[in-house]
């Protein structure tokens, strides 16, 4: 379910209306039912709309609380749990990207027609600074001794704690920062996550509705971007550190005291550990979960599955280091001797 304090939620809609809108058959199901949000499968409840992909679904689907849950024409689920109304459709994405479209239509540009600069209804506390040209949203609440500088664009109903620090340029929305966050100039936080439903006339965008959360001292560096969940949430642990131009997509969780050194990339749906610590230029797959202590060499390709924590790792994919290291040493000993005989 969406924070309605970031999104306006345009439901309900009667069941009949929804199918019409997003190419869904309702089956034998009451037409007159109102469906009033949408959610993900497990965290949906009676009235709300889900989705599942299909086999790979097939657990939480069997579990869900949804009322209403979008499925493939050819999925056959073993049961369905008792008061789940089942929708098929030809594309389970493009009918989900639809459906919140209709719930939420252009959520991301709700503010931009505002006139005024700090909108009536934000709440400052004592001794908070501005710089100049700083725009705050509707609904937001920024705590007491928190300085921002100049030109940050804070969004509507975001939430920033005591004692922070935003640079200049910074961009937050849909998030909830704790205290005593610094966040360096140009970071763009909270923007919306790459997800898109493919098809032969292209891509189409799934809103993201979802919230991004930074816990009590966390540090972005300069020129970072943090998505927002996609309908859940993208977590940033107590006093994890985050260097320059790191990007964190949707979904990510990560624990607490975590450090991440320049120009990483996090695919989305990532699950890190407490203490984990990575060098530059890390990339890591879409649902990987690294355990807590793991620390990753500078370049190191992280596949989705689970990297024990603990240890330390290497190389593409990531592997322990000492085995990484005998493989390079071995791999340059080869070239040597290769380049040796052609020399012969």
């Given at each position: 379910?969406?924070?309605?304090?970031?999104?306006d939620?345009?439901?309900?809609?009667?069941?009949?209306?929804?199918?019409?809108?997003?190419?869904?058959?309702?089956?034998?199901?009451?037409?007159?039912?109102?469906?009033?949000?949408?959610?993900?499968?497990?965290?949906?409840?009676?009235?709300?709309?889900?989705?599942?992909?299909?086999?790979?679904?097939?657990?939480?689907?069997?579990?869900?609380?949804?009322?209403?849950?979008?499925?493939?024409?050819?999925?056959?689920p073993?049961s369905?749990?008792?008061?789940?109304?089942?929708?098929?459709?030809?594309?389970?994405?493009?009918?989900?990207?639809?459906?919140?479209?209709?719930?939420?239509?252009?959520?991301?540009?709700?503010?931009?027609?505002?006139?005024?600069?700090?909108?009536?209804?934000?709440?400052?506390?004592?001794?908070?600074?501005?710089?100049?040209?700083?725009?705050?949203?509707?609904?937001?609440?920024?705590?007491?001794?928190?300085?921002?500088?100049?030109?940050?664009?804070?969004?509507?109903?975001?939430?920033?704690?005591?004692?922070?620090?935003?640079?200049?340029?910074?961009?937050?929305s849909?998030?909830?920062?704790?205290?005593?966050?610094?966040?360096?100039?140009?970071?763009?936080?909270?923007?919306?996550?790459?997800?898109?439903?493919?098809?032969?006339?292209?891509?189409?965008?799934?809103?993201?509705?979802?919230?991004?959360?930074?816990?009590?001292?966390?540090?972005?560096?300069?020129?970072?971007?943090?998505?927002?969940?996609?309908?859940?949430?993208?977590?940033?642990?107590?006093?994890?550190k985050?260097d320059?131009?790191?990007?964190?997509?949707?979904?990510?969780?990560?624990?607490?005291?975590?450090?991440?050194?320049?120009?990483?990339?996090?695919?989305?749906?990532?699950?890190?550990?407490?203490?984990?610590?990575?060098?530059?230029?890390?990339?890591?797959?879409?649902?990987?979960?690294?355990?807590?202590g793991?620390?990753?060499?500078?370049?190191?390709?992280?596949?989705?599955?689970?990297?024990?924590?603990?240890?330390?790792?290497?190389?593409?994919?990531?592997?322990?280091?000492?085995?990484?290291?005998?493989?390079?040493?071995?791999?340059?000993?080869?070239?040597?001797?290769?380049?040796k005989?052609?020399?012969?």
């Amino acid at each position: 379910m969406a924070d309605p304090r970031f999104y306006d939620n345009r439901g309900p809609f009667t069941l009949a209306e929804l199918c019409a809108r997003i190419g869904a058959e309702p089956g034998g199901a009451d037409t007159s039912a109102l469906v009033a949000d949408v959610a993900s499968l497990d965290g949906a409840g009676p009235g709300q709309l889900a989705f599942c992909a299909g086999k790979t679904h097939a657990k939480a689907f069997a579990q869900s609380g949804a009322g209403f849950c979008l499925i493939p024409k050819d999925f056959a689920p073993a049961s369905i749990p008792p008061g789940l109304i089942v929708l098929r459709c030809e594309s389970v994405p493009h009918a989900f990207a639809a459906a919140a479209n209709l719930f939420y239509p252009e959520t991301d540009f709700a503010d931009v027609e505002r006139a005024s600069a700090i909108d009536t209804s934000a709440k400052l506390g004592a001794g908070v600074k501005l710089g100049p040209g700083v725009v705050i949203g509707a609904g937001v609440e920024i705590g007491e001794g928190t300085r921002i500088g100049a030109n940050a664009v804070i969004g509507r109903g975001v939430a920033i704690g005591r004692n922070s620090r935003i640079g200049p340029n910074v961009t937050i929305s849909y998030c909830y920062a704790g205290d005593g966050v610094v966040i360096y100039s140009g970071a763009q936080l909270g923007q919306p996550g790459f997800g898109y439903a493919s098809g032969a006339r292209g891509h189409v965008q799934i809103p993201q509705l979802g919230r991004l959360i930074l816990q009590d001292r966390v540090e972005i560096g300069a020129g970072c971007t943090f998505d927002r969940g996609a309908l859940g949430d993208t977590v940033i642990g107590e006093g994890s550190k985050f260097d320059n131009m790191v990007h964190i997509g949707h979904n990510n969780h990560f624990g607490r005291h975590c450090l991440i050194a320049a120009q990483a990339g996090f695919a989305g749906s990532c699950e890190v550990g407490d203490f984990v610590a990575s060098g530059g230029q890390i990339g890591v797959a879409d649902h990987a979960h690294i355990g807590s202590g793991a620390r990753l060499a500078g370049r190191t390709g992280v596949m989705p599955g689970e990297l024990p924590g603990g240890k330390d790792y290497g190389g593409v994919p990531a592997r322990p280091i000492k085995e990484w290291a005998r493989e390079v040493a071995a791999l340059k000993n080869l070239a040597k001797r290769r380049g040796k005989k052609n020399d012969d």
